[in-house]
C-alpha cells in the first residue's frame, strides 16, 4: 500500500472514529433525555390520579375511570394501579394484569418513595403518595410512542449523515492525501533525473522552511558528496592509469630498442637494470595504491591494538637509512614521556609503519643533507609527533593541495614520485582519529606534526 492511500485511510479513520463517537455521544443523551421525560410525565399522572383518588371526596374509583377513560390527554396505552397500606388494589387500570407487580416490588416503592423501572415496552414510574388520611403506592405505566418513534428516525439519521460524512471525508482525505504528497512526488521526478552525468543539477528546497525542504536539502548534500566522489574516483582513475603507462611505456620501449639488433652485454645489462627499475617502481605504485584502498575500510575490518609508537618510530627509522646510507635521521623524547605507557595508541601497526615511513621518507629525499629530525612528545589528551627537514620546502599554493593523491609540487616534479604518499599518510591518520598540521617555507624546510588520541 503506497503512503497516499494509508494517509487517506487513517485520516478516514480518524475522522470515523471521532464522528462515531460523536453521533453515539448524542444518540445516548437524546435518548436519556427521552427517558427521564417521559418518567416525569408517569410521575405527574400518577400523582394527578392519586390526588383526585384520596383528597377530593367526590370521585371514587368507578368516577375515576371513566374519567380517566375518555381523557384525551392520556399517554399510550396508559395503566395505573394504586394500592393501600394492605397491598390490597384500590384503583387500577390494568384490566390484563400485565404489570403484575409483586408485595417485594411495592414494599420497595414505600422504602424508596420512588423507583423507575422498564418492562417489556413499558416504562413503569413508582411512588409512594401521602395524602390526608391515606398512604398509597402507585404504579404508573405507559409506553413512549412518540420518543420512540424519535428515536427510530434520529438512528436513520445519523446512520445516514454517518455514511455521506465518510463518503465526502475519504474524497477529502484523497486529495489532501495528493496535495501533501505532491512536493515529494517533484522530488522523486527531479532525483529520477539526475544520472552521472548530471551529478551538478540540485533539488529544488521550495519555501526552505518545511520537512519537504529539508528533505530536498538532504539529498542535495548526499549528491554532493557523490559529485565529489565521482570527481575523486574519476581523476584517481586517470592519474592511476598515467601513472601506470608511463613505466610501462619505458620498458616497452627500452625493449623494443634492445631488440632491433644484436648488442653487447653490457646494453642487454643496462636494458635489463632500466626495466628492473621501472618494475620496481610499478611494484611500489600498485602497494600504495593497494594500501590506499586499504585506508578506505572501517575499524572493524583492519586489526587495530594498543601498539608502542617509539617502537614503530625506530623501526622504520632502521627501514628508512637502510634504504640510502646517506640518510640521517634524528629522534627526540619530549620531557613530559616519563612513562612507556603515554606512548601507547590504538591502531594497526602495518597503516602507521607506512605512514612514518613516508614522513622520514620525504624528510630525506628533500633535504640537502639527507637530514631528518623527529620529536615525540606526550600531552594530556594527545600523542604528538613532528617530522621536519631542512629541505626545498612547499610553495603555500601548494600547502592547501599537498595531501591530495597524485598531486605533487613543482618544485618536486625532477624527483621520483607518485604524489600518493602524504594522501595514504592523511588518510591513515584519519583512520586513527588524528590529526595532521603542515608547515612550510620555501627553502627553509617543512614540518609534519601529527596529533594521535592517547590512551586513558
Not at 64 to 84: F, G, H, M, S
Amino acid at each position: 500500500m503506497d503512503i497516499r492511500k494509508k494517509i487517506t485511510y487513517q485520516f478516514l479513520g480518524s475522522v470515523a472514529l471521532l464522528l462515531w463517537v460523536s453521533l453515539m455521544a448524542i444518540y445516548f443523551s437524546f435518548s436519556q433525555a427521552r427517558k427521564e421525560e417521559f418518567f416525569d410525565r408517569l410521575g405527574r399522572k400518577a400523582k394527578l390520579v392519586a390526588e383526585m383518588l384520596i383528597d377530593i371526596e367526590e370521585i371514587d374509583s368507578e368516577l375515576l375511570r371513566k374519567i380517566e377513560k375518555n381523557n384525551p390527554l392520556n399517554l399510550a396505552n396508559e395503566k395505573i394501579v394504586i394500592y393501600d397500606f394492605q397491598n390490597q388494589v384500590i384503583y387500577s387500570t390494568d384490566e390484563d394484569n400485565f404489570l403484575d407487580l409483586s408485595a417485594a416490588t411495592i414494599e420497595e416503592v414505600r422504602l424508596e418513595e420512588e423507583i423507575r423501572f422498564r418492562k417489556g415496552d413499558y416504562e413503569v414510574f413508582g411512588q409512594f403518595y401521602t395524602g390526608q388520611y391515606e398512604r398509597i403506592v402507585v404504579f404508573a405505566a405507559a409506553t413512549d410512542i412518540f420518543g420512540r418513534n424519535k428515536l427510530k428516525w434520529l438512528r436513520i439519521i445519523m446512520i445516514v449523515v454517518f455514511t455521506l460524512s465518510l463518503i465526502f471525508v475519504w474524497f477529502a482525505g484523497r486529495l489532501f492525501a495528493v496535495k501533501a504528497l505532491a512536493p515529494i512526488s517533484t522530488i522523486v521526478n527531479q532525483v529520477n533525473k539526475i544520472e552521472a552525468k548530471n551529478l551538478s543539477d540540485r533539488l529544488d528546497t521550495g519555501n526552505g522552511k518545511d520537512e519537504i525542504a529539508r528533505l530536498a536539502k538532504t539529498f542535495n548534500s548526499m549528491l554532493e558528496r557523490l559529485e565529489l566522489a565521482f570527481g575523486i574516483q574519476k581523476n584517481f582513475i586517470a592519474n592511476a592509469s598515467h601513472e601506470l603507462r608511463t613505466p610501462l611505456t619505458v620498458i616497452t620501449g627500452q625493449l623494443e630498442v634492445v631488440l632491433m639488433k644484436a648488442r653487447e652485454n653490457e646494453e642487454y645489462k643496462n636494458t635489463l637494470i632500466t626495466v628492473l627499475n621501472e618494475i620496481k617502481d610499478l611494484n611500489n605504485l600498485s602497494n600504495k595504491l593497494l594500501l590506499l584502498a586499504q585506508t578506505n575500510l572501517s575499524k572493524g575490518e583492519l586489526d587495530f591494538s594498543n601498539i608502542r609508537i617509539d617502537e614503530i618510530i625506530w623501526k622504520c627509522r632502521k627501514e628508512v637509512m637502510g634504504r640510502d646510507p646517506n640518510n640521517t635521521i634524528d629522534i627526540y623524547f619530549g620531557d613530559e614521556i616519563d612513562d612507556e605507557n603515554k606512548m601507547l595508541i590504538y591502531g594497526n601497526e602495518q597503516l602507521l609503519k607506512t605512514a612514518v615511513v613516508n614522513l622520514m621518507d620525504n624528510a630525506c629525499k628533500y633535504s640537502d643533507n639527507h637530514k631528518a629530525e623527529v620529536y615525540l612528545n606526550a600531552l594530556k589528551d594527545h600523542l604528538i609527533l613532528k617530522f621536519s627537514d631542512q629541505g626545498i620546502g612547499i610553495a603555500e599554493n601548494d600547502l592547501k593541495m599537498i595531501f591530495e593523491p597524485f598531486y605533487r609540487s613543482k618544485n618536486v616534479l625532477h624527483s621520483p614520485g607518485h604524489g600518493i604518499g602524504l594522501s595514504l599518510v592523511k588518510k591513515i591518520v584519519s583512520l586513527h582519529n588524528g590529526s595532521i598540521y603542515v608547515k612550510s617555507e620555501l627553502q627553509k624546510g617543512a614540518e609534519f606534526e601529527i596529533a594521535f588520541p592517547a590512551i586513558t
